[in-house]
């Protein structure tokens, strides 16, 4: 089975890219969205971010608050890394489990979709790795509407992330993502290429 990953920067449309393989039949594993598992109740990820972070990041029910945790984790480049360090060895853990499932059922191929894939040492487990980048103007529009924040607070969020050409030199396809580009044509063909 192959594994592909799916990386690039924040605001670049991964999940897009991840939308349109699901739709061509491949099961997906997006570390988003294994990540927000990890954090909506009271787990070990979240006791380990409470004791780094503080207790105004956990909520009553016992989930991170993200907002919260992003005020302080963006602002500050050992913050953050300190915040993938602890998040990584979780969603590494159940990511794997999640792989070793698909392969049972004898799956071809499965999507992974990791923001920060060479960061935290997934792309060692990749066969192939698709970057989607979009320039930072179209970036910022996108993170501005999905996020509700700032122009100002997304701008700050690209410039603490790796740039374009940190994914593009590192994987082996490139997806160009600004909106104006044809993507299924584009995965469509790297599927038929491998």
Do not use: W
């Not at 004791?51 to 963006?74: C, P, Q, T, Y």
């Amino acid at each position: 089975m192959k594994v592909i990953g799916i990386t690039g920067p924040i605001g670049s449309g991964k999940s897009y890219v991840g939308d349109i393989f699901e739709q061509l039949g491949f099961p997906r594993i997006d570390t988003d969205k294994v990540y927000h598992g990890l954090i909506s109740k009271y787990t070990d990820t979240v006791r380990e971010l409470e004791a780094e972070f503080g207790k105004e990041i956990v909520r009553e029910d016992g989930s991170v608050d993200r907002k919260k945790l992003g005020e302080i984790v963006f602002s500050d480049r050992s913050k953050l890394s300190r915040l993938n360090e602890i998040t990584h060895k979780y969603v590494h853990i159940e990511t794997v489990r999640l792989i070793g499932k698909y392969r049972a059922e004898n799956r071809k191929a499965v999507i992974v979709e990791v923001p920060l894939m060479f960061e935290s040492g997934f792309d060692k487990m990749c066969d192939e790795i698709v970057c989607v980048v979009a320039d930072d103007g179209v970036r910022t529009e996108r993170i501005v509407k999905r996020n509700g924040i700032s122009e100002k607070d997304a701008k700050n969020r690209i410039k603490n992330q790796k740039d374009n050409n940190f994914y593009i030199e590192k994987s082996t396809v490139v997806v160009y993502n600004n909106g104006k580009e044809d993507i299924r044509a584009q995965i469509e063909a790297l599927i038929n290429k491998m």
